[in-house]
């Protein structure tokens, strides 16, 4: 079994336990000394494949689901807050991280983080453009580079690209982390990906 | 907040996830001496209420689902293989359940821990009253007894109350749990309530 190549981590943007996890992922990659590469989605495609819906438009589940968020957070000591509008549409978030990611991956991991603190912390809606390049700036990035990137048709098929060939690896949900092939869903399978990174698969 | 009442832990006979948490829940019950009501339910009808389908059957989910109860089971330490037929309908198994847990709660939980380890580890289908009351009997049950109760209207009608009243609680799933009034759903959940109970709610 492979064991140098990278933790696969998918998620959307507007996805509370992707969220969780995002707090998490690295410390775990770095305490194995495994890179973890970072690749927001879109749910919505994914959803479509699975037949599934957003938890919180679901009965009874999306009461739960409230509910669960802010528990499972104070659980793991993580800042939250019920966003609204909730969810949201990511793309440009999305885009925004994966043109940042091929030029300098550490601030596009700062970007990220910075995304989800924004949104699920102080609940601020992040699903505009200019917010999302504001984001940015803050990041350290160009303003106006990040606007352009996220209106360009190359930066919209990379994205488009990406979310098909999480597809066809069978992410049908948020966080889902893939570890030398093994798919794990879930922040609450944040333990078993800590064990098979011990010990290589259980 | 009240913490002399019992832990409510409903669970379909036929959900892997009811099986490992059933081989946790009463040792967990007994660390912070809380009484454990076992509460056989129908996953037909919470499914019916929340818009679900067993997971299986789900593109996408239902292939990493059959992973995941193996991998979780390995995890756990819990003797599991995938039965065949899955899932199956478990009325014979609850409708026993209830009419045992009447008179006699202890043998009640012998002999639902029976027919989870005859399912999921030995992957043997407990479906049909013959062997249920065959399963009984093993647990220290009249075997006739026990078939003349599974036909009995009395106890039909008490499991379909027993599974009414669970959905008016909101429970859509299994393993649900309820500590005080707090909903936990998934055998995932078992370490929040373990800390839920250790310091009564965070």
């Known amino acids: 079994m492979p064991t140098t190549g990278p ?3 998918y998620f959307d943007f507007s996805s509370p336990y992707g969220y969780l996890a995002a707090t ?3 410390a775990i990659g770095a305490k194995y000394e495994r890179r973890v590469k970072w690749r927001p989605i879109l749910l919505g495609p994914a959803f479509k494949a699975s037949g599934n819906s957003p938890l919180i ?4 589940k999306g009461t739960y689901a409230e509910r669960d968020f802010r528990r499972t957070a104070r659980f793991m000591g993580v800042p939250f807050q019920q966003p609204d509008p909730f969810p949201i549409g990511t793309q440009n978030a999305a885009r925004a991280f994966y043109w940042i990611d091929d030029r300098d991956p550490l601030q596009a991991h700062r970007f990220a983080m910075t995304c989800f603190a924004t949104y699920f912390a102080q609940g601020i809606d992040i699903s505009g453009a200019e917010k999302v390049a504001e984001l940015a700036a803050h990041a350290g990035l160009d303003r106006d580079e990040i606007l352009a990137a996220i209106s360009d048709p190359v930066v919209k098929d990379r994205l488009k690209r990406e979310v098909d060939a999480s597809l066809l690896k069978g992410v049908f949900g948020s966080p889902y982390i893939i570890v030398d092939g ?3 869903w879930g ?3 944040l333990d078993q990906v800590q064990a098979w990174l011990e010990t290589g698969g259980f």
Chains 1, 2 share one sequence.
């Open 24 to 26: 998490r992922i690295n």
């Open 187 to 189: 922040a609450d399978r």
């Open 7 to 9: 933790i696969d981590f």
């Open 182 to 184: 093994e798919p794990f």
């Open 57 to 60: 438009s679901q009965p009874l």
